[in-house]
């Protein structure tokens, strides 16, 4: 989840919508939220309670390797992405096609529900053509917010925190911070994203309680929509470089070119979808 969230138009909640974890991550996210709310009001008993329902066994090491795979490979992947463009969103548009299918297969459709990914998928697919220039030495309100509004997308499938924060112009800045150990514009960050996440898990939670198909269908159309950031060509998944500033979008759609480029992508595509899809259907038969 962690190199995911790295990855402009990868999202970690793919990841964990794709290892069967998602409900119950966004089960203890709530749990974790509902106890800090009783913090804030005082509650000291309540929040101990509620802190006590937590699966921390579950949770920290998640949170070790999310954390490890930002902080090792943040310089890692952004390199690969600015070099090898066209097989990287290959390979992560393999991985999404993955999840429509894993994830599409657990939604009772309806013209409905079609109708409302439909739609979602859409509008993302618009969104995502937008891309603001980069920030320079942000002040602390805007890390903060951009710490809160990243984290929302970085939980849910289909949407990534990382391209989010490529739009507000905030990506580059914030691989800086990590590469460059940045403490405490880390930890404005860090505070606005566990404000973000307590805010979001809660409606979240009740949601997918109440309306599973309805929120299932929706996650379908965000995973749809994503594949504008994915599709490898022209430029592949889109990176701002933190040397240069310099904008290579992933937002432009196009074939790929006469001097080649079209079997890697392809290639990494389908490995990557039938890998996924084999590790399923392989988790499904264990658990018969």
Known sequence: MGA??????????????????????????????????????????????????VEWGFLIPLGIGLVTAVVLLAGVIEETLIEHPEPMAGLFLGLVAASVLITGRDVEWTPGRLAA???????????????????????????????????????????????????????????????DRLLTDAAVFG?????????????????????????????VGLLLGSTRVLWPWPHGVGVVSQHTDEAISGTGLGWPDATGGLVSPTVLAFAAMTLVLVVDRLVQSSDR
């Open 117 to 179: 990914a439909g739609l979602v998928g859409l509008a993302l697919f618009v969104a995502l053509g937008w891309q603001g220039a980069p920030v320079v030495d942000p002040e602390a309100p805007a890390l903060f917010g951009a710490g809160a509004v990243a984290i929302c997308a970085m939980v849910l499938p289909g949407v990534s925190g990382s391209f989010l924060l490529l739009m507000m112009g905030m990506y580059a800045t914030l691989i800086d911070i990590v590469d």
């Open 191 to 219: 505070a606005g994203a566990v404000f973000g996440l307590a805010c979001f898990s809660t409606l979240l939670t009740r949601l997918l309680a109440d309306r599973p198909h309805e929120v299932l269908a929706v996650m």
């Open 4 to 53: 995911a969230d790295v990855v402009p138009g990868v999202s970690g909640g793919t990841v964990a919508l794709l290892t069967g974890i998602y409900g119950r991550l966004i089960g203890n996210i709530g749990i974790g939220s509902r106890s800090l709310g009783r913090l804030v009001r005082a509650d000291f008993r309540g929040a101990i309670r509620q802190l006590g329902r």
